[in-house]
């Protein structure tokens, strides 16, 4: 399909799928997803209101794209906060490694400006930006999706749809930045229109699977284990749970 009609499509599907959560309620449930669809959404609008070739579509980019990038860390951590809801130490500790990730990932942004020859456009510093928190981000989601593949955890439905079509529309999203600077033009045009591709499937997916009915239904991630061992894998995560929260609360107290 033409790129162009791709763009339309993406707009369309945007604005439709935050109407939908708008109407029903869950945008004060997932509330970065929806501000972050929200900036996707002002980015892909203005595209078509800017000429292209201007230096003012050209800083407005940058700028937006900065912003989108820093909001996929927040979805993440939203990501994590629903997914381990009742694993409060679990969450604790894996979020702050998030944070912690992102801090160095930042700190190792810059190290290029260093070491490699200086970028001359305000795109390629987005890049030695972007690439970094990319590639941080891209681990964790890749880590959480494991962690529901292997353990029975039930979460709600909306969740399981938020999550699968957050990973694939995020893995999609980073193989794009990553490999942007390393392909001809002709393969970028190629990589643009697959990108665009996905993210329109993943805008319809949640279009669809998304509304408020799922969030009254559970689903069980995980590999199909007997009763026993599943058992066995719940209780494992209560106790690494149950000694995350006693050493913050030694932590604090300590404190």
Same mark, same amino acid.
């Given at each position: 399909?033409?790129?162009?009609?791709?763009?339309?499509?993406?707009?369309?599907?945007?604005?439709?799928?935050?109407?939908?959560?708008?109407?029903?309620?869950?945008?004060?449930?997932?509330?970065?997803?929806?501000?972050?669809?929200?900036? +996707? /959404?002002? #980015?892909? =609008?203005?595209?078509? %209101?800017?000429? /292209?070739?201007?230096?003012?579509?050209?800083?407005?980019?940058?700028?937006? #794209?900065?912003?989108?990038?820093?909001?996929?860390?927040?979805?993440?951590?939203? %990501?994590?906060? @629903?997914?381990?809801?009742?694993? +409060?130490? &679990?969450?604790?500790?894996?979020?702050?490694?998030?944070?912690?990730?992102?801090?160095?990932?930042?700190?190792?942004?810059?190290?290029?400006?260093?070491? +490699?020859?200086?970028?001359?456009?305000?795109?390629?510093?987005?890049? @030695?930006?972007?690439?970094?928190?990319?590639?941080?981000?891209?681990?964790?989601?890749?880590?959480?999706?494991?962690?529901?593949?292997?353990?029975? &955890?039930?979460?709600?439905?909306?969740?399981?749809?938020?999550?699968?079509?957050?990973?694939?529309?995020?893995?999609?999203?980073? !193989?794009?930045?990553?490999?942007?600077?390393?392909?001809?033009? @002709?393969?970028?045009?190629? =990589?643009?229109?697959?990108?665009?591709?996905?993210?329109?499937?993943?805008?319809?997916?949640? @279009? =669809?699977? =998304?509304?408020?009915?799922?969030?009254?239904?559970?689903?069980?991630?995980?590999?199909?284990?007997?009763?026993?061992?599943?058992?066995? %894998?719940?209780? #494992?995560?209560?106790?690494?749970? !149950?000694?995350?929260?006693?050493?913050?609360?030694?932590?604090?107290?300590? #404190?």
């Amino acid at each position: 399909m033409d790129q162009r009609a791709l763009a339309v499509l993406q707009l369309v599907a945007l604005f439709a799928l935050c109407l939908k959560l708008w109407h029903s309620g869950l945008r004060k449930i997932y509330v970065f997803f929806f501000l972050y669809l929200v900036l +996707e /959404f002002a #980015q892909a =609008l203005l595209s078509f %209101l800017v000429p /292209f070739n201007t230096m003012f579509y050209r800083d407005f980019y940058v700028a937006s #794209q900065s912003v989108i990038v820093c909001s996929y860390a927040f979805v993440i951590l939203e %990501l994590y906060s @629903i997914v381990l809801k009742d694993l +409060e130490g &679990i969450a604790n500790i894996a979020k702050r490694y998030i944070k912690i990730t992102l801090a160095f990932a930042i700190c190792l942004s810059l190290l290029p400006l260093k070491i +490699e020859k200086t970028p001359t456009t305000l795109t390629g510093y987005l890049f @030695i930006f972007e690439r970094p928190l990319m590639s941080s981000l891209f681990l964790f989601i890749l880590l959480l999706a494991a962690f529901l593949v292997y353990y029975p &955890i039930p979460i709600g439905r909306n969740v399981t749809i938020y999550l699968i079509g957050y990973a694939v529309y995020f893995v999609a999203e980073a !193989a794009s930045i990553l490999f942007w600077n390393n392909l001809g033009h @002709i393969s970028n045009r190629w =990589l643009s229109s697959a990108t665009m591709s996905i993210s329109v499937a993943c805008l319809i997916f949640w @279009i =669809l699977g =998304l509304n408020r009915r799922g969030e009254q239904k559970v689903v069980v991630t995980g590999y199909h284990w007997g009763p026993a061992q599943e058992q066995k %894998l719940l209780a #494992q995560l209560a106790a690494i749970n !149950a000694s995350l929260l006693r050493s913050a609360k030694k932590i604090d107290t300590d #404190q």
